[in-house]
């Protein structure tokens, strides 16, 4: 059957939980703007009571959301932060986290400033340092929270060995996958209990969609996610959900190119006399690059550079892109410079980003599918600034 888990991902990425529509025989999923629907007699339904639980546009993109990170369950969410909300929603007060000390600042935020008061303890670890994880572990630790690649330090946490621990242990694992998307790397696959993407960035790929997703194998796992899904409200809207539908059919092709891209951008910033260090999974030089070569297909579409610069001048260099645009996000087909220190990582205290090795003078780069030529003289007369 065209996009089951068996066939190829570019296969899964265009047919998995879509079928021409049976009542016109439209190829493209329709956007089924409804807030309820009809029933033959109370309760009983035709799969569908009201849209906030299931919307047939929802469940196309949750389907097609599991078969390409080779999971059985997907469920959809308003935002990435929707997604990461449900999962804490499955934990009680007095539970324990470990999460990365490299996260997300919203991330960060949802944890220290919502959760914090409600008595969930969390603890912030490097968890590229196995030891430093084991170590975090206590009989109250309830979920281990990671990125990989990490945002925006692009350190590589091993999925597998992780993923191990917490098996030994019972506790859950959720792997933020969005900087590698499925189409790099499959979490579930090494191990993980649940994947996280916000769609925004590289599953829906325009820069015109804001959205999030979890993808899980475990059916009681699964329910409990969905009834919190449910119960607080995070999901999208149909129309989110076929733009995200439009842009998961060509995510392997831009992949390839953001790839391709980032690889050669990585390697003209790396000779640069006036860079301090290039951070990219695909680089040698890649603190980790052993690791992303063997639970990647390639480093991604993300680089993040340290200028010898002072603050004010990396800001300046932020400022002086013409390809490049100055904003936040990430992923789409268009390239996009952040400074994560004013810009998405300002939640985290100045103090606590150093601790972690985000300095105040990182640059990240999100290399889109434009011709490379055009991105590399971009950053040439940018950096050129610093003159």
């Known amino acids: 059957m065209k996009g089951d888990r068996k066939t190829g991902f570019g296969t899964r990425a265009i047919h998995a939980g879509q079928a021409p529509d049976p009542t016109t025989g439209a190829i493209m999923t329709p956007v089924f703007l409804t807030s309820t629907y009809v029933q033959e007699a109370p309760a009983k339904t035709k799969g569908y009571d009201y849209s906030r639980s299931h919307n047939p546009t929802r469940t196309a993109l949750e389907q097609n959301l599991a078969a390409l990170e080779g999971g059985r369950f997907g469920l959809g969410f308003a935002s990435g932060m929707a997604a990461i909300h449900c999962v804490l929603n499955t934990l009680r007060s007095g539970d324990h986290v470990?999460?990365?000390?490299?996260?997300?600042?919203?991330?960060?935020?949802?944890?220290?400033?919502?959760?914090?008061?409600?008595?969930?303890?969390?603890?912030?670890?490097?968890?590229?340092?196995?030891?430093?994880?084991?170590?975090?572990?206590?009989?109250?630790?309830?979920?281990?929270?990671?990125?990989?690649?990490?945002?925006?330090?692009?350190?590589?946490?091993?999925?597998?060995?992780?993923?191990?621990?917490?098996?030994?242990?019972?506790?859950?694992?959720?792997?933020?996958?969005?900087?590698?998307?499925?189409?790099?790397?499959?979490?579930?696959?090494?191990?993980?209990?649940?994947?996280?993407?916000?769609?925004?960035?590289?599953?829906?790929?325009?820069?015109?969609?804001?959205?999030?997703?979890?993808?899980?194998?475990?059916?009681?796992?699964?329910?409990?996610?969905?009834?919190?899904?449910?119960?607080?409200?995070?999901?999208?809207?149909?129309?989110?959900?076929?733009?995200?539908?439009?842009?998961?059919?060509?995510?392997?092709?831009?992949?390839?190119?953001?790839?391709?891209?980032?690889?050669?951008?990585?390697?003209?910033?790396?000779?640069?006399?006036?860079?301090?260090?290039?951070?990219?999974?695909?680089?040698?030089?890649?603190?980790?690059?052993?690791?992303?070569?063997?639970?990647?297909?390639?480093?991604?579409?993300?680089?993040?550079?340290?200028?010898?610069a002072t603050v004010p001048q990396a800001k300046k260099v932020c400022s002086s892109f013409s390809v490049f645009s100055l904003a936040e996000s990430l992923g789409g087909v268009e390239s996009l410079v952040d400074h994560p220190a004013s810009m998405t990582h300002a939640s985290i205290p100045a103090e606590e980003r150093r601790r972690a090795g985000l300095q105040d003078g990182l640059i990240r780069l999100s290399v889109g599918i434009e011709d490379a030529d055009d991105l590399i003289a971009d950053l040439d007369r940018a950096i050129g600034k610093l003159k």
């Open 98 to 308: 470990i999460a990365g000390n490299d996260l997300y600042g919203g991330t960060f935020r949802i944890l220290r400033t919502l959760y914090d008061k409600f008595g969930l303890q969390t603890t912030f670890v490097d968890l590229t340092d196995l030891a430093q994880l084991e170590s975090a572990f206590r009989p109250n630790t309830k979920l281990v929270m990671l990125e990989t690649p990490t945002n925006p330090l692009l350190r590589c946490c091993d999925l597998a060995a992780i993923a191990k621990l917490c098996k030994k242990r019972g506790v859950l694992s959720m792997a933020d996958n969005t900087f590698a998307t499925p189409y790099l790397q499959n979490p579930l696959a090494l191990g993980c209990d649940i994947v996280a993407h916000s769609t925004t960035k590289y599953l829906g790929g325009h820069s015109d969609v804001v959205g999030g997703a979890l993808v899980s194998d475990d059916e009681a796992l699964h329910k409990q996610l969905m009834h919190f899904q449910n119960s607080c409200g995070g999901t999208p809207g149909p129309m989110d959900c076929f733009l995200v539908l439009r842009g998961t059919k060509t995510l392997h092709v831009r992949m390839e190119r953001h790839c391709a891209n980032a690889l050669l951008v990585a390697k003209w910033l790396e000779a640069h006399p006036r860079v301090e260090r290039v951070l990219y999974p695909g680089l040698p030089s890649h603190p980790q690059h052993a690791l992303a070569k063997k639970q990647m297909r390639a480093g991604g579409g993300m680089v993040s550079v340290e200028l010898k």
